[in-house]
Nanobody, 118 residues
Framework: QVQLVESGGGLVQAGGSLRLSCAAS????????MGWFRQAPGKEREFVAR???????GYGDSVKGRFTISRDNAKNTVYLQMNSLKSEDTAVYYC????????????WGQGTQVTVSS
């Protein structure tokens, strides 16, 4: 089972960019589907993006066209490039993983704070 550690969060002005990283320890990283989720204060956790073992991607409606998820299996890392950031993107961002045989994401990182100032 992998363990996940996010990094790259911080404070950025509206319209700016950030790149989040999620480093996975353990074996078989390439066998995992990876996802990014976020949770703003007082709100439900929201799906942001996912990338499967084969590189197929999907995005939440609120980030389509602005965010890009990618993975580097050689580095056991998944990335979230966030462009054209808005104040409503402010949240704690979590990396998640699941084996392709597992129906839900069951491995989570500790989260990284992203704050977008308007």
């Amino acid at each position: 089972q992998v363990q996940l550690v996010e990094s790259g969060g911080g404070l950025v002005q509206a319209g700016g960019s950030l790149r989040l990283s999620c480093a996975a320890s353990g074996r078989r990283f390439s066998s995992y589907d990876m996802g990014w989720f976020r949770q703003a204060p007082g709100k439900e956790r929201e799906f942001v993006a996912r990338i499967n073992w084969g590189g197929g991607t999907g995005y939440g409606d609120s980030v389509k066209g602005r965010f890009t998820i990618s993975r580097d299996n050689a580095k056991n890392t998944v990335y979230l490039q966030m462009n054209s950031l808005k104040s409503e993107d402010t949240a704690v961002y979590y990396c998640a993983a699941r084996l392709i045989t597992t129906p839900q994401y069951d491995i989570w990182g500790q989260g990284t704070q992203v704050t977008v100032s308007s």
